[in-house]
């Protein structure tokens, strides 16, 4: 008669050795990704500044070829602020001032984040701010003008960066529309 011969009872799992390799590699792999996430989430001053400009110019813009209503962009060049004013020309909120251009009163500011206002950061420096040929750096108000029609008044916006990046923003006054340039120094 056989005797029945007992086999050692293998377990699967993962012994104590590979899971300290993945965990070796897990940690690896997420060292390697903080770089890029911390640059997604911390944008550099620049590509920040001149992607808001470009938003709120291409939103005044739309704004007003969609309520067929001339639109402004107010810049404040002296605390590096813009936000669009909404429609010009209504008579009881329009006041003119010492440019003869139009000014909003008692239009309540447009919600942050929202693509019709923006702050250039603290590293940002204005260098150059024409609209239709006349200097508005050291102003504390300039108006650009869109209309329904898609044109725009002309400007160009030179800003620079603490770490010597120059860029040049301007409009297009037949279609309205923003071109970004670099300018090397």
């Known amino acids: ?3 029945a011969r007992a086999e ?3 377990e699967s799992g993962f012994t104590l050795i590979e899971i300290m390799v993945v965990v070796a590699l897990m940690g690896i792999i997420m060292a390697m990704s903080v770089p890029m996430v911390y640059r997604l989430w911390h944008k550099a001053p620049m590509v920040k500044a001149l992607r808001d400009v470009t938003e709120v110019l291409s939103r ?3 704004q007003a070829i969609m309520q067929n209503a001339p639109t ?10 813009m ?3 909404g429609s010009i020309g209504r008579a009881p909120e329009r006041q003119t001032d010492a440019e003869g251009l139009g000014a909003l009163e008692g239009t309540p500011p447009p919600p942050p984040r929202s693509g019709l206002n923006a702050t250039l950061g603290s590293s940002i420096t204005i260098e150059m701010l024409d609209v239709n040929l006349s200097e508005y750096k050291d102003a504390d108000v300039a108006h650009v003008r869109f209309f329904p029609n898609g044109t725009c008044d002309e400007m160009t916006l030179i800003l620079r960066s603490d770490k010597g990046e120059w860029y040049k923003i301007a409009l297009e006054i037949t279609t309205g529309l923003a071109t970004v340039g670099s300018i090397y120094q």
């Open 8 to 10: 050692p009872c293998r």
């Open 1 to 3: 008669m056989r005797t």
């Open 72 to 81: 402004e962009v107010v810049f404040h060049p002296r605390e590096r602020t």
């Open 83 to 85: 936000a669009v004013a």
């Open 60 to 62: 005044a813009r739309a």
